[in-house]
């Protein structure tokens, strides 16, 4: 009852900011859930009121991805470094890596905090006498919340903010990142056995509103990785779901398709062979008999984020003939890739494309160092896949290097990107 009453007052601040309503009314102090609230009296045009019930815990801490910046004062090591109640119309969110602590209050049972937040996700979590723990009334979207295995990036709750186009007009627009499409797809959680080991397999599933398991034809699939230490549920916990049901909601998406997300976590360095063979030997067979995907190549893309960018890149190289589309974000490249594999005539004939942010380190450290071996095919440069396509005659795309880092905020931008205007066309 309380999780419920809880989305509907998010779903009625929502409604009202889309509408153009006047406030809705909130008694910060009656507030006893995480809520996101229309708000007058924030810089913002919104508030985010942040709830810990008291369990006799002498002190609670909230960590989270609110530091902001001057594209005037950015680079990759600088930033204005100001925190929701310094936020000014026209900063970005900036470096979520460094995520500041900030002392809750106690009252009514309930620890409390309130912040002005720009339009956008933002993710969160408590420490209640030095314990780390997520928002109990707005738990990650785990495939088990009560593993032992979970990793840092599973440990972490989130909530959107919405968009106000007035006092947020020199700021990122982050609507397409909302939940409040009125049709929704559906995720969830598989494990299967690996076929090369005794490994256990995990990943997610998205499949589209509509979705339709005996449709005459198979549905077009993308399979999505995480970076070095994410798993399967690292998209979906980061928007993945909620971005993709707006895209569809809004016809941006050429034709619908079934996402899968591996973990592929204890396969990154050195192993990225076998987390292919995984894929192709057990993942996507089973994806065929229980989603109906496709078994077409042309119908079928590899996509990652920094360690699976690399991991893209990988699997283009090594097995270019298993998908059409390869699409790597921020990918540094790695001993285990071979770049004199760009010389395979295949390459030209696939649909290749790269992202990476204005302050990503791994484009910064070759542009730094512009004569040194990271210009080109050192471990950490981005430019050295460019430059072998280049060298190569190989084709590629390069999406808009927006002002962001190495992190989610420039992630789920970039995805957005790819499938409203690459994917399936």
């Known amino acids: 009852m309380k999780r419920n009453l809880l989305f509907a007052s998010l779903a009625l601040a929502l409604l009202c900011a889309c509408t153009g309503k006047t406030d809705v009314p909130v008694n910060e102090s009656s507030i006893s859930e995480t809520a996101v609230y229309r708000s007058e009296a924030s810089p913002t045009g919104y508030y985010a009121t942040f709830c810990f019930p008291d369990q006799n815990y002498k002190e609670v801490k909230i960590q989270g991805e609110w530091v902001f910046s001057d594209l005037g004062d950015a680079s990759v090591k600088t930033s204005t470094n100001a925190g929701p109640y310094e936020w000014k119309n026209g900063y970005v969110q900036w470096n979520t890596t460094r995520q500041p602590y900030y002392d809750m209050t106690l009252s009514d049972g309930v620890w409390r905090i309130t912040f002005p937040l720009p339009s956008g996700t933002y993710k969160y979590k408590f420490f209640a006498d030095g314990k780390e723990c997520w928002d109990p009334a707005n738990p990650p979207k785990n495939r088990d919340l009560n593993a032992t295995d979970l990793s840092g990036e599973d ?14 007009s020199l700021s990122q627009d982050r609507s397409l990142e909302a939940p409040t499409a ?15 080991s005794d490994e256990v397999l995990r990943f997610g599933v998205y499949l589209p509103y509509g979705f339709d398991p005996k449709r005459a034809e198979p549905y077009p699939v993308l399979v999505l990785y995480h970076g070095g230490g994410g798993t399967e549920a690292s998209w979906i916990n980061n928007g993945l779901a909620s971005i993709m049901d707006n895209l569809y909601e809004k016809g941006m998406v050429a034709e619908p398709f079934v996402i899968l997300t591996p973990n592929g976590n204890r396969f990154f360095r050195g192993r990225r062979e076998e987390l292919d063979q995984n894929v192709l030997q057990d993942i996507l067979p089973y994806a065929v008999a229980h989603y109906n995907a496709t078994t077409d190549p042309a119908k079928r893309a590899f996509a990652g984020l920094s360690m699976g960018g690399a991991t893209t890149m990988f699997t283009l190289l090594n097995h270019p ?47 730094l160092n512009p004569n040194s071996s990271q210009a080109r095919g050192g471990e950490r440069s981005f430019y050295c896949y460019e430059y072998a396509m280049v060298d190569n005659g190989v084709a590629f795309k390069t999406l808009p290097e927006y002002e962001n880092g190495h992190d989610w905020v420039l992630w789920r931008r970039h995805i957005v990107d790819y499938v409203s205007r690459y994917l399936w066309r």
């Not at 440990?155 to 947020?168: E, H, I, K, N, T």
């Not at 998908?323 to 490249?333: C, G, H, K, R, V």
């Open 155 to 168: 440990r972490f709750s989130a909530v959107y903010v919405p968009y106000d186009p007035v006092r947020q």
């Open 182 to 196: 009125a049709h929704k797809g559906t995720y969830h959680y598989a494990e299967i056995p690996s076929s090369l």
């Open 321 to 367: 003939e298993e998908f059409q589309y390869y699409f790597a974000m921020s990918a540094p490249t790695t001993t285990d890739i071979d770049l004199d594999l760009f010389a395979n005539p295949v390459l030209k004939q696939k649909n290749i494309c790269l992202a990476v942010g204005m302050y990503d380190f791994v484009k910064v450290e070759c542009l």
